[in-house]
């Protein structure tokens, strides 16, 4: 499994920021095998991991063309900056009630 780390300094979020980001979470799920999207935001700071099956999918998703003009929009208008990390997980446990998997 992998995470995909997107770290932005947000220069204008508005109605068609949140429309856009609603609709690249619904398709990287729905087209790409994303298994889970977690957005957060402090301030300007924006955050969001995204977790995938292989790196495949993370190429594959990364040449999608409704996600390319997603991120020139990004770029254009709603990021001052953005740094985007890969990494791939080595272990993952999940609570249970009381214990780990």
Same mark, same amino acid.
């Given at each position: 499994?992998?995470?995909?780390?997107?770290? !932005?300094?947000?220069?204008?979020?508005?109605? *068609?920021?949140?429309?856009?980001? #609603?609709?690249?979470? =619904? +398709? !990287?799920?729905?087209?790409?095998?994303?298994? *889970?999207?977690?957005?957060?935001? #402090?301030?300007?700071? =924006? +955050?969001?991991?995204?977790?995938?099956?292989?790196?495949?999918?993370?190429?594959?998703?990364?040449?999608?063309p409704e996600h390319k003009k997603a991120q020139a929009m990004g770029e254009k208008y709603w990021y001052e900056s953005y740094q985007i990390e890969v990494s791939e997980v080595?272990?993952?446990?999940?609570?249970?009630?009381?214990?780990?998997?």
């Amino acid at each position: 499994m992998y995470v995909v780390i997107f770290r !932005a300094k947000v220069k204008h979020q508005g109605q *068609d920021y949140q429309e856009t980001a #609603e609709r690249m979470r =619904e +398709l !990287a799920m729905q087209n790409y095998r994303c298994l *889970d999207f977690i957005s957060m935001s #402090e301030g300007d700071e =924006e +955050l969001s991991l995204s977790y995938w099956p292989d790196a495949e999918a993370i190429q594959r998703w990364r040449q999608d063309p409704e996600h390319k003009k997603a991120q020139a929009m990004g770029e254009k208008y709603w990021y001052e900056s953005y740094q985007i990390e890969v990494s791939e997980v080595k272990r993952h446990y999940r609570s249970k009630g009381t214990g780990h998997e």
